[in-house]
């Protein structure tokens, strides 16, 4: 089965250091990964994706950046954390397009989320 | 732009009472909707996918529909428990090219002993 890992946990930074959050998936190959930010009182907001090996897409601009060294690992960077880089992080994966359904048992395209690494800036 | 919109915000229930909890999308031309749960300080748990073709999809006591024409899907949970008390997120993805989830602020749901 396919599970999702997250470190660390829980992350306390002062403000204008560097960050690294690693996330890695097993049992899968090629999944989408995706890193989104849940800041309190808002939904969550999909900061990149990646749809293999070097390969990303940033949706919103900011201080943070994402690498994908590996197909089932990806991580989230930032040379210079902001006050306002604090919030929860979450990583996800899913199975690429083009799989057929049932192929895992899985409907195509849906999202499965990792624990979480909650991040705050002081 | 795909806007998601979870209404109430909370919402509180005795036990074994039936609730449904309401999701709304301006966009109708979605590929898949998804519903999570999230319990305080924990990631997302996907709960059910419904295709664009399905109109409702069943786990267990839960129950999601689907209505593209009106912008709407319900999640409808039977004989609530304690156990069930989390937020309820919907997510709204919107084309096979497309890779992002638009999500909902959610419903906390609090389900009374």
């Known amino acids: 089965s396919q599970t999702i890992h997250q470190w660390p946990a829980t992350l306390v930074q002062p403000v204008g250091s560097p960050l690294s959050l690693e996330c890695t998936v097993e049992?899968?190959?090629?999944?989408?990964l995706y890193w989104y930010r849940q800041a309190a009182g808002r939904g969550l907001q999909l900061l990149f994706y990646?749809?293999?090996?070097?390969?990303i897409s940033s949706e919103v601009p900011q201080n943070l950046s994402a690498s994908r060294p590996q197909d089932r690992q990806f991580i989230l960077s930032s040379k210079k954390l902001l006050l306002s880089d604090s919030g929860f992080y979450l990583c996800a994966w899913a199975e690429i397009p083009g799989l057929a359904v049932g192929t895992s048992g899985r409907t195509y395209n849906e999202q499965f989320f990792g624990p979480g690494t909650r991040l705050t800036v002081l | 732009k795909q806007e998601v919109t979870q209404i109430p915000a909370a919402l509180s229930v005795p036990e074994g009472e039936n609730l449904v909890l309401n999701c709304s999308f301006t966009?109708?031309?979605?590929?898949?909707l998804q519903w999570f749960r999230q319990d305080p300080g924990k990631g997302l748990t996907s709960l059910l996918l419904?295709?664009?073709?399905?109109r409702e999809q069943t786990s267990g006591r839960l129950n999601a529909s689907l209505d593209k024409s009106s912008g709407r899907s319900t999640l409808y949970i039977a004989a609530s428990q304690p156990g069930d008390s989390a937020t309820y997120l919907c997510a709204s993805h919107s084309g096979a090219g497309s890779y992002q989830l638009t999500f909902g602020k959610g419903t906390k749901l609090s389900v009374i002993p």
């Open positions: 419904i295709q664009s073709s399905q």
């Open positions: 966009d109708s031309a979605i590929y898949n």
């Open positions: 049992g899968t190959s090629n999944p989408n």
């Open positions: 990646s749809v293999g090996i070097g390969q």
